[in-house]
């Protein structure tokens, strides 16, 4: 019933830019935090950044001042912008969304597929 589909992974050169997005779908109510992960060969799952309903944002240590989290709340769109990016940022990259559907009290999380970020030379 709920949807989320990234788009915008790739192969790029160190120091190229990317922008993923992250559209959900279906029947929602609100969605409060969305966030974006990533999980490297061998890696465990870890955040990138979040960004909450009001726009509050944070970010891992590794990617700030590269990295860009926004949202278009009448999409149900989250996006991240990545710059001077380097093999380090090599991932599966995943979003989340915390959400409340309609006709429900609850807020639960729901997680894309997934998007292939590589970065190489």
């Known amino acids: 019933q709920v949807q989320l589909v990234e788009s915008g992974g790739g192969l790029v050169q160190p120091g190229g830019s990317l922008r993923l997005s992250c559209a959900a779908s279906?029947?929602?109510?609100?969605?409060?935090?969305m966030g974006w992960y990533r999980q490297a060969p061998g890696k465990e799952r870890e955040l990138v950044a979040r960004?909450?309903?009001?726009?509050?944002?944070n970010y891992a240590d590794s990617v700030k001042g590269r990295f860009t989290i926004s949202r278009d709340n009448a999409k149900n769109t989250a996006y991240l912008q990545m710059n001077s990016l380097e093999p380090e940022d090599t991932a599966v990259y995943y979003c989340?969304?915390?959400?409340?559907?309609?006709?429900?009290?609850?807020?639960?999380?729901?997680w894309g597929q997934g998007t292939q970020v590589t970065v190489s030379s």
């Open positions: 279906g029947n929602i109510f609100s969605i409060n935090t």
């Open positions: 960004i909450t309903s009001g726009n509050m944002t």
């Open positions: 989340n969304a915390d959400l409340i559907m309609h006709n429900s009290p609850y807020q639960y999380r729901y």
